[in-house]
């Protein structure tokens, strides 16, 4: 389907886009992990698309103001991986996992794991992974030094085995503070859901989801307690907040029709988005006429490269439901995908309109301008693109987009300058480099244009130092 140049990677735009998730965000605490296991991968591929992330905005705002915290500075947003899991590495973003979405029954399951999830925002608990690490550290070194003093003194044995005990006991130090963490959310999640009037029958539904995982993957309830684990067995967290939550006023409050119909639409189109195509129309064949299911369908074909099937998907969406802008958004998509940028003009310009100007889609109606090669869409394009950087600067094809739009209009230097944003979001610090230098030769020194230039060429400068350390 749809995916961005980035920091995050690929071609094209709009839809479901795919960006790649680098760096220091993927390296995440294992407690600050809802489930099972993390992914050790050293690049994740995020998806961004505007009706996902303006649901998931929705279903959290309660939670996030329970939680003390500025709905405009949390996001939530949607990792590509099969497995069921959410996390948090610093700042105050809550990653969700695509398999998570697709294996939820309902939204309000979906709010218990990001209630979870600010829990660990809240507490602080990625900034704290030092204390455990400390403290675990601490012990293997000291186990270090006796092993390497009794294998001096001719005692090798013995020595090894200082060695052995001494890592088992740093582990189960660090895993026990992981533990903690993970209760300390467990019950900081239920009070957001409790202050927020929002049921926590979804977040024991989902703990019982895990609980089957366990079963599966037969973790051990030994005499350990889940000594092995990062995380409390869920058993025992389903017991702990059963109590909890069965007590609340809220546990009966049913969730708002509303916001399931949309959750049900999201799941449906990401479900069509990540899977394959076979897959999604076992699971909503043609003789299911309901909406997700035309959405789930729209998304297969067109990933099938079927543009007719696919378009005909989506004129039975907008006769459902006309001037929906994320129908005219996956038709503008399909059409400009297919070779029509200038058919897919109508309705990515309804759907732009439909969503106040949403950057995501912004972006692809500026794609679309461009893509028909007319000169006369040239400064619409570039207005388009300006203003849906300005309200979401890390795009990194809009940024590339935009740059070719100042190419054709033959001004250099902010079409380096655009190069410039793009190559530094997409982890390429080499490429920003010349193009930032190439920005500020051809701009006034002191302008806000330059000093930005200035700024990526000095990031870029250290990111390069600090790679030479590296290596």
Known sequence: MASLRSRYSGTGSGGFARHILRGARTMVAVFATFNLALSSAHAQEILRD?????????????????AGLDPRNV???????????????????????????TAADNVNQVQ??????????????????????KEATGISILSLVLGAAAVAAGAGEAGMGILAAGQQAAMGKYLAFSRTQESSADLAGARYLHTAGISGKGSLEFFKKLQNLEYRYRVREDTNDGYATTHPLSSDRIQVLTDLYQKDPAWAKPVDPALEARFERVKAKLTGYV??????????????SSVPAFYARAYAYHKSAYPDQALSAVKALLTAIPNDPYFDELEGQILLENGHPADAIGPLRQAVAGTRGNPLISGML???????EDPSHLDEAEQVLRSALTRDRENPFAWYVLGNVYARKGNNALAALASAEQADLSNNPAQASRQAQAAMTALK??????LRAQD????????????????
């Open 445 to 450: 020194p002191g302008t806000h244009d330059y």
């Open 75 to 101: 996001q939530v947003l949607l990792i590509r991986d099969d497995s069921i899991n959410a996390f948090v590495a610093g700042g105050q973003i809550v990653w969700i996992h695509s398999g998570l979405i």
């Open 275 to 288: 899977s394959d195509p076979p897959v999604t129309l076992r699971k909503y064949p043609e003789t299911d």
């Open 50 to 66: 505007a009706e996902t992330e303006a649901l998931l905005a929705e279903a959290s705002a309660p939670l996030v103001k329970a």
């Open 366 to 372: 500026g794609h679309a301008l461009v893509a028909t």
């Open 456 to 471: 990526i060429a000095m990031a870029a400068q250290g990111a390069m130092e600090r790679r030479k350390k590296k290596k």
């Open 112 to 133: 218990g794991v990001i209630a979870h999830e600010l829990g660990h925002i809240e507490g602080g608990h990625v900034i704290r992974s030092s204390e455990g690490i």
